[in-house]
C-alpha cells in the first residue's frame, strides 16, 4: 500500500517534471501544443546516446539534456511556434500533431523503434528498506530531484523580478504589455525553460516510463491530463494533478491490471467533467 | 435555398469519377472502396467540424463502435447488410449523442480532450474486453449476406465498390441537402459566433447536440461499412492514429464544403498507399512535413486553393470582358 503509494509519487513527480512546460504553454499563450512529449523524448535520446556512445555519465547527461532540448524549444519558438499564437486551436493542433509525426518518424529513422537500453549508475540501483517497506533508490533520487526544482521554480516564480512577470502575463497578458512587460520574450524563455525541463524529464524517466520512438504519442494523454486537470499557469495546480495522476495509474495497475491504462482515462473524463477549469482553475 | 442543394456539371463530372475507376481500375477496387469508406467518414468529421466547428481528437470512437456493432452482428449470423450499416448508426448514434452533453458545454480545449478521452476510452475497452471484440487480434469470422438478397460479396471487391460507392452517394445526398437547410445554415452561425446565434434565437446547444449525434451515426455507418467489406473488425478502428489522420484529410481537402472531405480521403489514401509502399517511416515524415506546411500556407486545403486560383481567373475574365466592352 505504501509502496504503491510511492512509486505513484515518483511516477507523478515525473509526470510533473515534463508537465510544466506545457502548462506555460498553454496557460499563458493558450496554445495547445500537442507536441510537448517530443521535447521529453529528444532529452531522453540526449541522455542515451550521450551515456552509450560518448560515455557521459549518467548524472552528468542530465544538464545536458535539459540545455539542449532548451535550445531546440528555443529555436522552434523562435521560427515555428511564435506565428501561431493567434491561430484557432484547430491550426494548433494540427501543426503540432506534424510536429510530432515528424519526431517519431525521425526519432525512428536514426535510432530504430525499439526501446532504449539504459544502465543506471551502479549507487541510484537496488531498494533501501525502511519501516517494512522497500524504497527503490532510483525513485527516492527522483522524488528528491523534483522536489528540489520544485522548491527552486517556486522561488523563481515568487520571488524574482522574471516570475513577476511571467505571473502578470498569465492574469492579463494585454495589460502586462500596457505596463511595458516585454509579454513574447517572457513567453520564449518560459518556453525553452519548460522545453528544457521536459527534455530533463524525459532523460529522468527513461528508467520509469521507458524510451522508444512512439514516446511523443504514448504520454500526450497524461502530459495534457495534468495541465487540464491541474489548471494552467501556476506550479501548486499541475503538481497537485500529476501526484493525483500519478497516484491513481499506478494503483489502478497494480490493483486492477486487467483494467489496464482504462482507469487513467475514466479518471480524465471524470475529473474533465467535474472541473472544467481545473483542480485550482479560477472562474473567468 | 434550393439552387444550393442541387447538382451542378462540375459535380456530376466529380461523381463520375469513381464510376469511371470501377470501369477502368478493376485492379484497384479494394484501394478504391477504402479511399469511398474514409471519404464517408470524413464527411460525418466535416458536419461536426467544417459546419458546426466542434474540434474532436476521437472520431474513431464512433467508427470503431460502427464497425464492432456491424461486425458483431454479422458473427453472431446477421448477415443481412444494410440493416447491419442501420445498427453501426445507432449503436454510433446512442454514444454519441451521450457525449455530446460533456462535448458542447465546454471551449475549443475542453472539447479536444474531452473527445479525446473518449476515444481512448474505448480504444482501451476494445482492446480489454477481448472476449468479445478479439482484442488486438482483431474480430475475424465476419459472413456477410447478399445485398437485398441478391448482390453477393465476391472476391474481387466489386460488389464491395458498388455497395460502398452508393452508402457514400447516398449520405452526401443526404447531408448536400442538410447542410444548406436552416438547420446547416444555422450550424455555420454557430461556428462563425455561437453568442449572437444564441442571441438570435437559436437553440444553440440543442443544434450542436443534433450535428454531433448525426456526425457520430454517420461515422458509425462507415465504420460498419469497413467491418462489412473487409470481413474484419481490427482494434485499430478505434485508434488515436484513425482520428487524427482523419482530420488530416479533412484539412488537407478543405473544412466545410463537405467535397473537401472526399477530395482529402482521396489524395490522402492514394498518397499513403503509394509513399507507406515505399517505406512507411518515412510517410509519417512527410505526412507532418505536410501538415506543418499546410497550416502555414494553405488553410483552405486543396478545395481552398483550387477556388482561390479559379476566382482569380474568373476575375481575369470578368476584367478583360469588361475592357473589350469598353473597346
Known amino acids: ?284 | 435555398l434550393t439552387a444550393l442543394g442541387r447538382m451542378r456539371t462540375v459535380e456530376v463530372v466529380f461523381w463520375l469519377v469513381p464510376l469511371a475507376a470501377f470501369l477502368l481500375l478493376p485492379g484497384y477496387l479494394v484501394l478504391g472502396s477504402q479511399i469511398l469508406i474514409v471519404a464517408l467518414f470524413a464527411l460525418s468529421l466535416d458536419l461536426i467540424l467544417g459546419y458546426a466547428g466542434i474540434v474532436s481528437l476521437g472520431h474513431a470512437a464512433f467508427f470503431g463502435l460502427g464497425a464492432y456493432a456491424a461486425g458483431l452482428l454479422a458473427v453472431n449470423g446477421w448477415g443481412e447488410p444494410l440493416s447491419g450499416l442501420l445498427a453501426g448508426a445507432a449503436v454510433a448514434a446512442l454514444a454519441g449523442f451521450l457525449a455530446s452533453f460533456l462535448v458542447v458545454r465546454g471551449e475549443d480545449l475542453a472539447r479536444l480532450m474531452v473527445t479525446l478521452g473518449i476515444g481512448l476510452l474505448l480504444y482501451e475497452a476494445g482492446n480489454r474486453a477481448a472476449f468479445l471484440t478479439g482484442g488486438v487480434d482483431g474480430l475475424s469470422g465476419v459472413v456477410m449476406g447478399k445485398i437485398f438478397g441478391v448482390f453477393a460479396f465476391d472476391l474481387g471487391g466489386r460488389t464491395a465498390y458498388l455497395y460502398s460507392l452508393a452508402v457514400l452517394f447516398a449520405v452526401f445526398v443526404f447531408l448536400k441537402r442538410l447542410t444548406s437547410s436552416p438547420f446547416g445554415l444555422s450550424l455555420r452561425g454557430i461556428r462563425e459566433n455561437p453568442a449572437r446565434m444564441a442571441a438570435l434565437g437559436a437553440p444553440v446547444r440543442r443544434r450542436l447536440i443534433a450535428a454531433y449525434t448525426l456526425g457520430a451515426a454517420i461515422a458509425g455507418i462507415a465504420g460498419a461499412l469497413l467491418a462489412q467489406t473487409t470481413q474484419f473488425v481490427g482494434l485499430d478502428s478505434l485508434a488515436f492514429n484513425r482520428s487524427a489522420e482523419l482530420l488530416i484529410m479533412l484539412v488537407l481537402g478543405g473544412t466545410g464544403r463537405l467535397y473537401g472531405a472526399i477530395v482529402g480521403a482521396a489524395v490522402f489514401m492514394i498518397a499513403q498507399d503509394y509513399l507507406s509502399g515505399v517505406n512507411p517511416v518515412y510517410w509519417q515524415f512527410w505526412l507532418g512535413l505536410l501538415l506543418v506546411v499546410f497550416v502555414f500556407f494553405a488553410r483552405g486545403g486543396i478545395l481552398g486553393a483550387v477556388e482561390a486560383v479559379a476566382m482569380k481567373l474568373g476575375a481575369r475574365s470578368a476584367r478583360r470582358a469588361d475592357s473589350g466592352g469598353v473597346e
Open chain 1, 1 to 284: 500500500m505504501l509502496g504503491v503509494l510511492f512509486d505513484g509519487i515518483a511516477y507523478g513527480s515525473l509526470l510533473f517534471l515534463v508537465s510544466l512546460g506545457l502548462s506555460v504553454t498553454m496557460g499563458l499563450m493558450n496554445f495547445v501544443n500537442l507536441a510537448h512529449g517530443a521535447f521529453a523524448m529528444a532529452g531522453g535520446y540526449v541522455c542515451v546516446i550521450a551515456m552509450t556512445r560518448f560515455g557521459v555519465p549518467f548524472l552528468a547527461t542530465l544538464p545536458l539534456a535539459f540545455v539542449i532540448t532548451a535550445i531546440v524549444g528555443a529555436i522552434l519558438e523562435r521560427t515555428l511556434y511564435r506565428r501561431l499564437y493567434g491561430a484557432s486551436h484547430l491550426d494548433q493542433v494540427l501543426f503540432s500533431i506534424g510536429l510530432t509525426f515528424m519526431s517519431i518518424a525521425a526519432a525512428t529513422y536514426f535510432f530504430g523503434s525499439s526501446q532504449q537500453p539504459m544502465r543506471l549508475p551502479e549507487f541510484l540501483r537496488g531498494q533501501v528498506h525502511l519501516g517494512g517497506v522497500d524504497f527503490g533508490i532510483y525513485r527516492l533520487f527522483l522524488v528528491a530531484v523534483v522536489a528540489a526544482l520544485t522548491t527552486l521554480l517556486g522561488f523563481l516564480l515568487s520571488r524574482t523580478r522574471f516570475g513577476a512577470q511571467v505571473r502578470a502575463s498569465v492574469d492579463n497578458a494585454q495589460a502586462a504589455r500596457g505596463l511595458g512587460i516585454d509579454v513574447d520574450r517572457v513567453f520564449s524563455v518560459a518556453f525553452a525553460l519548460g522545453s528544457g525541463l521536459a527534455g530533463l524529464g524525459g532523460a529522468l524517466g527513461i528508467e520509469v516510463l521507458g524510451l522508444d520512438s512512439s514516446f511523443p504519442l504514448k504520454f500526450m494523454v497524461y502530459f495534457l491530463l495534468v495541465v487540464v486537470v491541474g489548471g494552467a499557469g501556476t506550479v501548486k495546480g499541475p503538481l497537485a494533478a500529476a501526484l493525483l495522476l500519478g497516484v491513481l495509474d499506478v494503483a489502478g495497475k497494480y490493483y486492477v491490471p486487467q483494467a489496464g491504462a482504462f482507469v487513467i482515462y475514466a479518471a480524465m473524463v471524470i475529473l474533465l467533467i467535474a472541473f472544467p477549469a481545473g483542480l485550482f482553475g479560477r472562474r473567468r
